[in-house]
């Protein structure tokens, strides 16, 4: 499939996991897409023109809106039949990989840049069920072994 017409959804929280995506501009410019990150004030301005999905926050802790997310999940995927999902976290990713996963598309998942000391719980749940887990130094590899580095992305 040619990039014009290859369709991704791009997944992360509002804030700096949201910046990392939006880093790989030239990568998904030229590409149709959709993202899903929070209505925060930021990410609706970083996101204006873009087609955003606005996603059920918080996450942390709150089973009501992991339960929203994954009723969300299902719909985008059914109505956008991406071929890829790429995330950097963080709690939002998981529903949208498990659907992505039952529906047999790709998922790219992207450890953030600030975790060096321990690996993040989003990071600990997408690694079994992503095709390409990414970290972006060298150090996350004590916790992803088989990750591929990738550097930094801001």
């Known amino acids: 499939m040619s990039a014009d017409r290859e369709h991704i959804l791009l997944v992360a ?11 790989l501009r030239p990568w998904w410019n030229e590409r149709e897409r959709t993202w899903v990150t929070f209505g925060t004030e930021d990410a609706r301005s ?3 023109g873009e087609n955003a999905v606005w996603a059920h926050h918080p996450t942390t802790r709150n089973v009501r809106n992991l339960i929203r997310n994954f009723s969300l999940a299902v719909r ?13 976290g963080a709690a939002v990713a998981f529903p949208f990989f498990v659907v992505a996963k039952v529906m047999r598309v790709p998922t790219v ?10 690996p993040t719980l989003t990071g600990r749940l997408c690694r079994p069920i992503t095709d390409l887990f990414c970290v ?18 801001l």
């Not at 509002?14 to 990392?20: I, K, N, P, R």
């Open 136 to 153: 972006q130094w060298e150090e996350q590899t004590r916790f992803y072994p088989h990750a591929q580095v990738i550097g930094s992305l």
């Open 76 to 88: 985008v995927m059914r109505r956008d039949r991406p071929d890829v999902v790429v995330s950097t």
């Open 109 to 118: 998942y992207i450890e953030v840049y600030d975790r060096l000391d321990s």
């Open 46 to 48: 970083q996101l204006d």
């Open 13 to 23: 929280s509002s804030g700096g996991h949201l910046a990392q995506l939006l880093a």
